[in-house]
């Protein structure tokens, strides 16, 4: 046992955000009834929310896994291409559908300036995000080999421009590379002589993931140790983690309790915080493990 208990803060503006908070509920609600549900793909990028999850009766398959056999499936909050849809509905499949409604519009916008695109004869759509990334994936199915992805400054700065260009985020996308990205594009596309009212950069950036880099970097600056709950595959913890660890040195990433080491010395404040994949669960049970560090 420890001397000296520190207080220990959970990050009130970690865990889920509001689209995966729904899609966890819509999978708990689904389950009730005890018939099968095959969720496509992972809901969260969280090993342990998974498990919890799959304890509870959630099958997780991949898109080669989709036939009669996954009577109901599950759509996740990153969203699908319409390809998906057509072939759920060719098998017969039920679709629980958890497309997270800002997700859903930015699709819907997406898929317009493309129509208008195709219909002008003119203009160009790009999409800033990662490639290979669900979201993306689904993004770019809504005008299939019609729209260009770019994940760089440096893709920026190459596109070829010559006339309209509607640009678009990944809702997930760091706000400060696609400010850089969207002023090369608007600076190219005036400079190749397109009219700036032609040039139409959407606000796409989900609200919910633009405020956490703010709070994370307050956060974790008001505490002399920082321990950081994350899953290893997720792109928003590590963006976040990295953020916490300019800030402060003392910040470690774990995915679980049982990854928590000596880390904690004289330390005053403990604060515990999260990507919006982490659920409250676990950060609880991380900030009892410390508790325990100090009072058992
Ligand atoms: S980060 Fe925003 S857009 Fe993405 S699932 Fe959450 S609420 Fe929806």
Known sequence: MKTGVPIIEIDASAGFCSGVNRAIKIIADSLEDGKPLFCLGDVVHNEAELQRLEKNGARFIDHSQLSETASRVFIRAHGEPPETYNKLT????EVIDATCPVVLRLQQKIRIAAEKCLHEGRGKVVIFGKPGHPEVIGLLGQAPGKITLISTTEQARELEISGPVYLFAQTTASEDIYKEVADIITRKAILSGTEPSDVAVTSSICRQMSQRAP?????AAKHDVVIFVSGSASSNGKYLSGIAKEVNPHTYVVSGVNEIGDWFGDAASVGISGATSTPQW????????????FTK
């Open 282 to 293: 676990l950060m609880q049970a991380v900030a009892t493990h410390i508790e325990n560090l």
């Open 215 to 219: 709070a994370i970097r307050e956060f």
């Open 90 to 93: 060719g098998l017969g499949t």
